[in-house]
């Protein structure tokens, strides 16, 4: 059966139509002293042998809730407990980035493992974080969707990673859309909200351009891109990206920036997952 987390409800609905899988009945509750009680009497029910877990840990208290429904799976009996992870939370702390700080990406591996026998997760921040994970875990890519919502007519496109980092994603963009070419800026993050790009000489001029990169958080990356790119006399401006967490004012930000559209897909539920990635996790189910 396919268990939902409360933030993945619409694709683990997906995911159990791909599979032709049951989706069981999951109840999201909370005591009134805060904490939460997350339980999935489906699986009971359901007489379920395997227990495929699909949750995005956008929050903390989707931590816990995985958490407990991981182990509300091994209460039913279930042989097997999956846990999908389209979005992993904490993944961007894969270091110890200064003295003293933890690396967030392991501590929430270690306590994701205790309670499952394989992981799978979507294109994560960088995928050396599947090695914190005890049991397997293996990595969907949605990069390959992310062509599909762009307009059909983009004028000379390119194809622009923001950073240095995501030019592997912008690759794989521009070879799925077929035309245009592939470009990056530089980026240096100052701090959460206040991030420095250093652009290319890419010549833009009246060129439709598509800014790809795995998450839009805050939105500051994609903005600061975007900002260059207007005073360069860009064409229309897209922007694209795995993982739509647009966290605070990022969708008001980048619209204000002259964005024409945001599109991502729907491993964090929103109104910019554009595209799905339940048929990629079901081929690894
Ligand atoms: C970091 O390197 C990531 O690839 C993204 O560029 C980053 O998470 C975007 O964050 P924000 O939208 O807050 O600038």
Do not use: W
Not at 109 to 124: E, F, L, N, Q
Not at 155 to 172: M, Q
């Amino acid at each position: 059966m396919i268990v939902s987390g409360a933030a993945s409800q619409t694709l683990a609905a997906h995911v159990a139509r791909e599979l032709g899988e049951p989706l069981a009945s999951v109840e999201y509750d909370r005591f009134p002293d805060g904490e939460l009680l997350a339980a999935a009497p489906g699986l009971v029910d359901g007489d379920a042998k395997r227990a495929v877990i699909v949750a995005a840990t956008t929050s903390s208290d989707a931590h816990v809730e995985l958490l407990q429904l991981q182990d509300a799976a091994r209460q039913a009996g279930v042989d097997e407990v999956v846990t999908v992870l389209p979005y992993m939370g904490y993944g961007r702390q894969d270091d110890a980035f200064d003295a003293g700080q933890p690396i967030s990406a392991r501590a929430v591996a270690r306590a994701i493992s205790t309670g499952t026998d394989r992981v799978v997760t979507v294109t994560p921040h960088e995928e050396a974080v599947c090695d914190f994970f005890e049991p397997p875990a293996t990595v969907v890519d949605a990069a390959h969707r992310l062509a599909e919502p762009l307009p059909a007519d983009l004028t000379e496109p390119v194809f622009l990673a923001p950073d240095a980092g995501a030019i592997d994603l912008a690759e794989t963009v521009h070879s799925t859309y077929g035309t245009g070419e592939t470009d990056y800026f530089e980026k240096t993050r100052h701090s959460g909200t206040n991030v420095e790009i250093t652009p290319s000489d890419v010549d833009v001029a009246d060129r439709d351009v598509v800014i790809v990169d795995d998450i839009i958080a805050t939105g500051s990356t994609m903005s600061e891109a975007v900002g260059v790119l207007e005073r360069r006399g860009a064409g229309r401006v897209f922007v694209t990206c795995v993982h739509p967490l647009l966290a605070r004012n990022a969708y008001s930000k980048l619209s204000r920036a002259g964005v024409d559209a945001i599109y991502g897909t729907d491993t964090i539920e929103g109104p910019a997952s554009a595209v799905s990635v339940a048929p990629a996790i079901a081929n690894h189910l």
